[in-house]
């Protein structure tokens, strides 16, 4: 049984089972059908341990805090990259070493099979604060048909072969179409996740990390004069050659509907948009990388979106909450994630098993996929994150509507990320 968010604090219904160990995640319906599964499985292994799961509100960093403040947090939580840094810092998650440390069998093969980049995500101030369950950065998707309609070939298929920016700007040019009044009828590009951080995917793809260190940085690139190059080229896709719309024009018909509907021609985005296209009448597409700007150094970069499974400090289950979780991210939870096809899950030979592999016959270019999580660039990972992402909102969001120039982040956003961080 599926327990709403609310439910953890009432008294009544999913709330009675006491005894039960509360996990708690955010999903959509395909998504909690797939960590349902992994409890159920779970459960047969374990049948000592009963589980409860919790899903989520539209704010979970929300009730995260208002639970945990009233002494009723959950054992086990979904963790994001951008905001773990926060719960940590306040003493909400336990340290994950520990536990590791008193399983050492495990914590060999676990760091023998993971991707670095994404494990090492969830450290933070000397600590292991959550184990990473799947790899979740971007790559562009593209309409096959559109494609060939159009006489161009299909995009690169290898994170180490990208395309260059100038490439996919004549590529979105050649599959955008107007009618005789100049409005757009296909779009070449449109952008599936939050702009201002695509925005800065695109920065990263010019040379310039968002920052250094990752972790805990007191300074953010966004005055370094390549990431800047990156930025303007995004918005300028909209603003200036007008093959992606730009705010006013997706009031009618939302990015997801254009691309789904055939109506644009690539679309960037994650995997958690997989099962929407799929689903999507007449729609045959494919997978390609993101390209990479003048200043960029070869390799396209995708970046290191993650989520993991930690356990809170207060938990009074915490050997139940650890096997938990050493259940769903090693090797059977994991092997059950990629033969869903919901995820792409973070340890290599899951990533790599025919089970991934046949619940992705659609997609030829799989090793988008499959090569992703090592070909990732990190994003912050600082306590501060929501205070950040405000500034991104309110400083980025010009820039994207054309009325300033990328350049403005010079002396705006940047000076204001480093008064957040504590930096110079």
């Known amino acids: 049984m599926l327990c709403a968010a609310s439910a953890v604090l009432g008294p009544t219904g999913c709330g009675d089972d006491a005894d039960a160990l509360t996990f708690f995640f955010q999903a959509n319906p395909e998504e909690a059908d797939a960590r349902l599964r992994i409890v159920d499985a779970f459960q047969r292994a374990h049948p000592g341990i009963r589980v409860r ?9 929300q009730q995260v805090s208002t639970f945990c403040a009233g002494g009723k947090c959950p054992d086990v939580l979904m963790a994001w990259e951008q905001t773990y840094a926060g719960l940590a810092d306040r003493g909400v998650l336990a ?68 395309w260059s920016f100038a490439e996919f700007l004549a590529t979105a040019t050649a599959l955008t ?44 690139n966004f005055d370094d004069d390549a990431f800047i190059e990156g930025v303007q080229f995004y918005a300028d896709l909209a603003a200036k050659h007008r093959v992606a719309p730009k705010a006013a024009d997706q009031q009618s018909i ?13 679309a960037l985005g994650g995997h958690w948009r997989y099962q929407t296209f799929s689903r999507a009448d007449g729609l045959d597409f494919d997978v390609s990388v993101l390209p990479v700007g003048p200043e960029g150094h070869g390799s396209g970069q995708s970046n290191i979106g993650t989520t993991g ?60 996929l499959t090569d992703g999580p090592a070909h990732s660039g990190y994003l912050p990972v600082t306590p501060a994150w929501q205070k950040i992402d405000a500034l991104m909102d309110r400083e980025i969001g010009p820039v994207l509507r054309g009325t300033r ?6 002396s705006g956003l940047s000076r204001a990320c480093d008064q957040v ?3 110079p």
Not at 326 to 347: D, H, M, N, R
């Open 53 to 61: 799961p919790v899903l989520s509100g539209p704010d979970p960093m």
């Open 254 to 266: 939302s990015t997801m509907d254009l691309f789904s509907s055939g109506r644009a021609a690539m």
């Open 95 to 162: 340290d994950l070493n520990a536990m590791l440390a008193r399983d050492p069998a495990f914590a060999t093969q676990l760091k023998a099979d993971s991707i670095r980049d994404l494990y090492d995500t969830f450290a933070f101030g000397g600590g292991q604060y959550a184990l990473p369950e799947q790899w979740s950065g971007n790559f562009v998707f593209y309409n096959r048909t559109l494609f060939a309609d159009a006489g161009l070939p299909g995009p690169p298929d290898r994170w180490d072969q990208p």
């Open 177 to 220: 179409k107007r009618d005789g009044s100049g409005n757009a009828t296909h779009w070449g590009f449109v952008d599936t996740w939050v702009p201002y951080y695509s925005a800065g995917l695109f920065g990263m793809n010019n040379g310039t990390p968002w920052c250094r260190p990752q972790t805990n940085p007191t300074h953010l």
């Open 421 to 423: 961080l504590g930096g």
């Open 309 to 368: 499974l930690a356990i809170a400090a207060s938990s009074s289950r915490k050997q139940q909450a650890w096997e938990f979780v050493k259940f769903a991210t090693g090797p059977v939870g994991q092997a059950l994630i990629a033969e869903s096809g919901l995820f792409v899950p973070a340890l290599t030979s899951a990533i790599h098993s025919p089970g991934f592999a046949h619940a992705h016959t659609r997609i030829r270019n799989l090793s988008v």
């Open 405 to 410: 120039p990328a350049t403005s982040l010079k």
